[in-house]
């Protein structure tokens, strides 16, 4: 439960820093290719950033009050006023079920899903130079079935759009969106394994310096491992053929 948390806030971290450096590279870089490139990327990221990191932050302090026990849930100790003050997060801004429709509805669609799939091949990429590679080679086999997967579920929805099914085509947007995260995450947290691994053939870094490069891969290595495979079930809302939401009666 304690690693949980902690790659949950270290991917949700990695993801925003990732924004902020990209948002500055829109702004100041040298050509205007460039900038909109970047641009773009801001554009396609902002929702997993809003919706992906508050519920899953929130949810990660939901574990840290079940690892307190029943003190978790009294004043003795902070997590429960963390608990709270985190909810609104969710709702500031847009919904998280409206950044959600925005991400399926919007920012896929941009540049003729141009910019989604450019994103993508930051991960597809990485598997690719990296698939040999004995520290990585089971959890790059883990991130491309993933991958393979959203384009799948990406590919549904599309089919269901031109097919003239609106409702059923966005009503999934949000475990989408999720999913989405989750393979994002997972992908920049290998990126900072791979660079911890570097940095551990410097023989005369510190002690201090070890255990955190060594944490680093075993954090990566358990999202991927083990919170990544929540996608498949996201994904298996999206590529569902039940209607039953839309055929209910709620008058």
Partial sequence: MLLRQRAIVEGGRTLCYLCAFTYDLSLH??????????????????????????????????????TYGGYGYTKDYPVEQYLRDAKIASIYEGTNGIQALDF???????????????????HTDFIENNRENALLTSECKILEKHIGLLVEAALKMAE????????????????????FGHITISGLLLEQALIASQKLENSSISAADKKFYNNKIKTAKFFTHHILPEARAYLSNVTSDDRSCLEFDFS
Avoid at 39 to 56: G, R, S
Avoid at 105 to 121: A, H, I, T
């Fill in 104 to 122: 399926v509805g919007r920012k896929m669609r941009m540049e003729e899903g141009q910019v989604f799939m450019s994103w993508l091949e930051r």
């Fill in 160 to 179: 269901l759009g031109k097919a003239g099914e609106k409702k059923a085509a966005i009503v999934n947007a949000y475990p989408f969106l999720m999913a």
């Fill in 29 to 66: 870089s040298a050509n205007e290719e460039e900038r909109k490139k970047h641009l773009n990327t801001i554009e396609l990221l902002t929702p997993i950033v809003k919706a992906w990191c508050t519920d899953m932050g929130f949810n990660s302090i939901v574990s840290s009050i079940q």
